[in-house]
């Protein structure tokens, strides 16, 4: 069965910090990756994904991932934090022979300090 | 073990007929919600609720109904007015800790209509 490893429980970073989230999955085969984020008082929204082609994906809110077969990654990144990007991460994948069920990380929870 | 069940994993059902797919979780959550995931899609709300009794529509509501009669009990009917009811179901709650709400998630159903 597919698993998802999210490393990093609770970050806390100044503004302008560079950021970046790990996300380890367990499965050989082919696979879609997802980041999430959830904001306080609100639910999920789809960050970026993965399906194929360039393995870097770059997503809303300039934020990007970078899917890196060999290591089972698919860490996320951002530059420059800022407040607004306090919240909390979901990485989450879906092997292709699940057809389209998905399977969470646990979340990192994201604090930006101002 | 404190968790969030969905049963069953994989459901089957013939076009025209409403199912119910069940979402519980004994986490003691205030809050619970459908999501709804298609192949290329991320995923989308389907319907929430942030107390018993009381329910506000998603994304994407039309053709679902649910129900919160019990804190620990949030059921999906899929009904025979949703066009593309095939898909991979995730149910979710939610708590508030250290002034920050987060989620947890179900296994999720993978709901196939013949």
């Known amino acids: 069965a597919q698993s998802v490893s999210q490393h990093n429980h609770h970050v806390i970073l100044s503004e302008a910090a560079s950021l970046e989230l790990g996300c380890n999955y367990s499965?050989?085969?082919?696979?879609?990756l997802f980041w999430y984020v959830q904001y306080p008082g609100q639910h999920l929204q789809l960050l970026l994904k993965?399906?194929?082609?360039?393995?870097l994906v770059k997503g809303i809110k300039g934020f990007e991932a970078e899917f890196i077969k060999s290591k089972f990654s698919f860490n996320l990144r951002k530059p420059s934090v800022q407040w607004s990007d306090t919240a909390e991460y979901f990485c989450?994948?879906?092997?292709?022979?699940?057809?389209?069920?998905?399977?969470f990380g646990g979340g990192t929870r994201l604090m930006v300090k101002p | 073990d404190g968790g969030i069940t969905q049963s069953p994993k994989y459901l089957f059902r013939k076009e025209g007929q409403n199912v119910t797919l069940s979402c519980e979780q004994n986490?003691?959550?205030?809050?619970m919600y459908w999501y709804r995931q298609d192949p290329g899609q991320g995923l989308r709300l389907i319907y929430y609720?942030?107390?018993?009794?009381?329910?506000q529509k998603g994304d994407i509501a039309e053709g679902y109904s649910v129900s919160r009669e019990k804190k620990e009990s949030f059921p999906l009917t899929v009904t025979s007015a949703q066009k593309n009811p095939t898909a991979f179901y995730l149910c979710?709650?939610?708590?508030?800790?250290?002034?920050?709400?987060?989620?947890?998630f179900g296994p999720g159903t993978r709901l196939t209509v013949l």
């Open positions: 979710a709650s939610s708590i508030v800790r250290q002034g920050v709400r987060r989620q947890f």
């Open positions: 499965y050989g085969g082919t696979v879609n």
């Open positions: 993965y399906f194929s082609g360039d393995p």
């Open positions: 989450a994948v879906n092997a292709n022979n699940a057809g389209n069920m998905l399977t």
């Open positions: 986490l003691n959550h205030d809050a």
């Open positions: 609720s942030q107390i018993v009794n009381d329910f």
